[in-house]
């Protein structure tokens, strides 16, 4: 093989193996948790629960009531409120980290001002309603899914969180239900 030949086949290689570099996905594209797919009023059955959205609930403000009054909260873009049920499977169990993700990847968390389903221990076989309420942005809110990931045992033996098991429910925000969205969303504390 002469000279001009040897070089052409290196560069070619390497050539080839920076090729192969960029075709290997991000760590965290990696070792994201493998999600069961479902639709709202589907029971979507995962290793540490079963988990259901009944409904979906889109506003401007929320109104959270409580035994003796309530409040009014607002958002700097719109509250999307998840009505859902959840069980736990074989032990007892906690939801994890529940997000928004919208049509573009951005992720929002559920909102820490108010309490619902996602801080709920679920027992084996008993059914536990409640809401999980997400502060998003409006132009974020079409086509964003609720996924449930990293849920949290009660037991030290158990740690689910790369590659363990999660939910994606499409929660069916288009852009005609979202236009056809009350002003107000109500929530009672302590209630589904």
Not at 135 to 158: C, D, F, N, T
């Amino acid at each position: 093989m002469n000279r001009a030949a040897s070089v052409a086949v290196g560069l070619a290689l390497l050539a080839a193996i920076g090729g192969a570099q960029r075709l290997i996905p991000d760590a965290d594209l990696t070792y994201r948790p493998i999600a069961t797919g479902g639709v709202v009023g589907e029971e979507v059955r995962v290793l540490p629960y079963t988990f259901r959205v009944d409904g979906v609930e889109v506003g401007r403000t929320l109104r959270l009531e409580k035994s003796f009054g309530g409040k009014t909260m607002t958002t700097g873009g719109v509250w999307v409120v998840v009505r859902a049920g959840a069980a736990a499977t074989t032990e007892q169990v906690t939801l994890g980290t529940a997000v928004l993700r919208s049509a573009d990847g951005a992720e929002f968390a559920v909102s820490d001002r108010v309490l619902g389903l996602e801080g709920e221990p679920l027992q084996a076989g008993i059914w536990r309603s409640g809401t999980l309420a997400f502060e998003i942005l409006p132009a974020q809110a079409e086509g964003a899914r609720l996924v449930i990931s990293k849920a949290r045992y009660s037991s030290i033996h158990r740690l689910n969180g790369a590659l363990g098991p999660a939910v994606e429910i499409d929660l069916g925000l288009t852009r005609e239900r979202l236009a056809a969205a009350g002003p107000t969303v109500t929530i009672k504390e302590g209630a589904p």
